[in-house]
């Protein structure tokens, strides 16, 4: 039973260090695409009205894709709390 309960704890912590730097790497994927999205409305200002409504049509996408992006990075984040506060109360 005990080698059971260490093996399970070092699963899960293993499983959650790596969600976490998944989260991470997401996050950071999300803050360049937004740094992406106002460059591109930066430039689209700069060029003839066609170009300007097609770069601007790119720049809402690509936020759309970060809002999702942004969702996934919360509720990751989420999942590892919920899984790090359960095992923290099966030793209490």
């Known amino acids: 039973m005990e080698q059971t309960l260490k093996l399970a704890e070092k699963n899960l912590g293993e499983m959650c260090s790596i969600l976490a730097s998944y989260t991470r790497k997401k996050a950071k994927l999300r ?11 930066d430039f689209s200002s700069t060029e003839d009205l066609e170009f300007q409504t097609g770069l601007k049509n790119l720049a809402e996408d690509l936020a759309m894709v970060q809002d999702y992006r942004q969702a996934q990075v919360v509720n990751t984040a989420r999942f590892v709390l919920l899984v790090l506060h359960v095992e923290n109360s099966m030793w209490l």
């Open 31 to 41: 803050d360049r695409a937004d740094l992406l999205v106002a460059q591109l409305f």
